[in-house]
Each structure stands twice: as C-alpha cells, then as structure tokens.
C-alpha cells in the first residue's frame, strides 16, 4: 500500500520540474555450499543458480523526493536438496513537502528476508534457513514548528505495520504519536526532548506505550561527538501487569586522523519476529584505521535481549567480537577479509552457543559497469569451545555477475 501511495505522489509535478533516474540491473551467480540444510550429520552439497534482475528508481523535485528499489531473486537447487526460492526485495523511501516548511509527509515500504532469531542473523549464512520474509510499511504526516533561529518542535503521526509471510513471526501494528524538541544554543550543541505515545496490536496481545527521554549531542573536536540521553518507557498491556523500564544511548566518537573509535552504550526495543515487545541492552565498542589503499577495523559488543511482556521474562545475552580488511589491489581490483565471533546464553544442552563466521573476497570492475566478484565462507557452530562434537559446519563459494544498465 505504501509503495502505491509513494509511486503514485511522484506524478505530482510535471516531469520537467524534477529529477528522475531510472536504473535496470541484472546478477547471475553460481554458489557451492558443502551443507545446505546447515545439520551436523548427513551433510548434503548442493549447487546454487541465482539470478536477480533489478531496478532503481530516483525521484527528486522541489516539493518531493522519493528512491525506490526492487529486485527479484530466484533460486535454483540443482540436486533439490531444497525447494527452489522465489523472494522479493524492495525498498522505498518518498517525502513530500505539503505545505513548504512546515507539513511533510514521510512514506516507507521494505520487504526483505529477515533472521527468525533477533541475536543471529542468519541471512548473510544461508538462503533460507531460520528466516523470514518481512514487510515494514510506515506512512508519517508532521508538522515542524520553527520557533525562532534555534528552536524547533516536531509534532506528527507515525502508523507502522509489521507482517511476516509463511512464518510464526508475529505480525505487529502501532499508533504512534510523537513530539520532539530541538535546541541548538551552539553550532556544535544540540539539546533534544522527546514523548511517545503508541497504541500496538497483535494477535496474542495489545499494549500502549509512553516513552520519555531527554539528550544531547556535542561536537567537541571536528568529526568527534560526545551524546548521550536518558528516557523511560512504561507499558500497559490488555492483559498482565505494567511494566516501567529505563532505556538510554551514551557513548563519545572520535577522529583522530590516522585512527577513528566509537564507545556506545544504548537500551532500545528492537523488533523481534517472535516476540511482541523485546528490549536491548548494548554496549559497543568499534575501531577503524584508514590505510592509503583501504582500511582495517576491529569491534566488539555485549547484548542483552529481554521480552518485556512474557510472564516469563525470557532473556538472552550475546558477546561477541570481529575484525575486518578491506583493500584496493588495483584501481579495479578489491579485497575484503572479515572474521567474526560471537557466543550467545543457551536455553537447553542442544543450542549451540558459540558461532564463527569468516570470509574472503576479491571483486573486479570492467568497463560498462560490469562487476564479477567471487567469495569464499566459513561458518561453524560449536555446543563448547573446546569440543568439536555435534558441530554444525558450512563452506560456501560463490562466483557472481552484475551489470547495471
């Protein structure tokens, strides 16, 4: 619906007052995975035909500006370890200035594959397993009130709906109205407050939602911030006790030429295919030092995932730690190598709490925008650390084309 309403206010202006791009594309690729179903015994190999014919939409005019993309992506199993897939991808953004300066109107559609479990995405692992198809669509008329050179409000209304298709993710819809405050006293100060009020709906369960919060952000050196802020948000669900919970975002950035570093630590409610509300705790810490032809970086993270409105209160930590390099061998040529590791808080004996995913790539650009890349994974998933049984363990090679017309 959201896609249709943002196409649609494109034509808006005649075709002479805007900017419009129009963007074809096609990737074929051919994948080797050692272990499709991703299973410790009875490993089944498999090659993978994929192709994504693709389009790009840009639309820019005084009053309206809209970008939309859309790729279908086949999947062929040659020796029908799995059904074959066809899946979509699509991704709209569209504003629109109603009333110059003053009333806006925001559009959103996506539809993505998405991972089942919120610590784990598996998507960038496997074509299917653990995963699900999921539509985001947000429509948000505002308002913003300029209230002198420093001061503005933002007052509006947000409607979200969240679907999952063929899966037990839960399908979630909200309300959402909002007021923000912005104070700018200096150029490199920004002082905000905020309040929320959302009505959200789903099958098991309905609650409304009160978020407040208060922050600021400070440029203390040039590409260097110190923000932070601190809120709360309580819950009132059709069925069960109230539930009142502190959420924050803190952390200092900064540039120092030869070397950039981020410490953050931040509560949010994240969505979770199945879960009707999980808040997360997390504290990163990232780093990335540019080279003359690339960069290198380092990151680490601890989450804590909590359901907020199961009786149960089930919650799930997550530790991990990556690294990655990426390289310019020749002005057409490029490398990437990424390492990555995490462990997760096991429910039961059979969970697998420890998980490596590693990688290599090179990507070649021709001339008339032709690019062919090739890539090699390794995933593993261990019970304990130090013990190999019952581990579950994937290679994948992937060999693709991609021409942008």
């Known amino acids: ?13 005649p075709a002479s007052a805007a900017e419009v791009k129009f963007t074809p594309s096609l990737s074929v690729g051919e994948e080797f995975n050692d272990n499709v179903l991703d299973l410790a015994t009875d490993r089944r190999s498999d090659f993978i035909t994929r192709v994504q014919p693709g389009v790009a939409f840009m639309y820019r005019a005084p009053s309206v500006n809209g970008d939309l993309s859309y790729s279908f992506d086949y999947q062929n199993y ?5 059904e074959n897939e066809e899946n979509h991808n699509l991704n709209l953004r569209a504003t629109a200035e109603v009333v110059k300066n003053f009333f806006f109107l925001e559009l959103s559609d996506t539809l993505s594959r998405v991972s089942l479990d919120v610590t784990r995405d598996v998507t960038t692992e496997s074509l299917y397993a653990n995963q699900t198809d999921q539509n985001r669509a947000s429509v948000s008329p505002y308002l913003v009130w300029r209230l002198g050179e420093k001061n503005t409000l933002k007052t509006g209304y947000r409607f979200n709906d969240t679907s999952y298709w063929g899966s037990p993710g839960i399908d979630k819809r909200e309300h959402r109205a909002f007021a923000e405050f912005n104070h700018d006293p200096t150029a490199r100060l920004n002082l905000n407050l905020g309040y929320a009020w959302a009505m959200s709906m789903t099958e098991q369960l309905d609650y409304d939602q009160h978020d407040l919060h208060a922050g600021f952000r400070y440029e203390y050196l040039e590409k260097s911030f110190l923000f932070g802020g601190f809120g709360n948000s309580w819950q009132a669900p059709s069925v069960g006790s109230n539930v009142s919970n502190p959420f924050w975002n803190a952390g200092i950035s900064r540039d120092f030429g030869h070397l950039s570093a981020t410490l953050e630590t931040r509560v949010e409610y994240t969505e979770d295919p199945l879960a009707i509300s999980t808040k997360t705790t997390s504290y990163n810490l990232s780093m990335e030092k540019p080279l003359q032809h690339g960069a290198v970086g380092l990151s680490s993270a601890y989450r804590k995932y909590v359901d907020t409105l199961e009786a149960a209160n089930r919650e799930r930590r997550k530790a991990e730690v990556g690294g990655f390099w990426r ?3 020749t002005p057409r040529l490029n490398a990437t190598v990424t390492v990555f590791g995490d462990k997760v808080s096991r429910e039961s004996v059979q969970d697998y709490a420890y998980h490596l995913n590693s990688g290599a790539g090179l990507s070649y650009s021709f001339n008339y925008d032709i690019t062919a890349s090739l890539n090699y994974s390794y995933i593993e998933y261990r019970r304990d650390l130090e013990n190999s049984a019952n581990a579950r363990q994937t290679n994948r090679v992937v060999l693709s084309l991609r021409k942008v017309f």
């Not at 619906?1 to 202006?13: C, E, K, P, T």
């Open 327 to 329: 390289g310019e061998l």
């Open 78 to 82: 040659a020796r029908g370890t799995v």
């Open 1 to 13: 619906m959201a896609a249709l309403i943002g196409v649609a206010s494109f034509g808006v202006l």
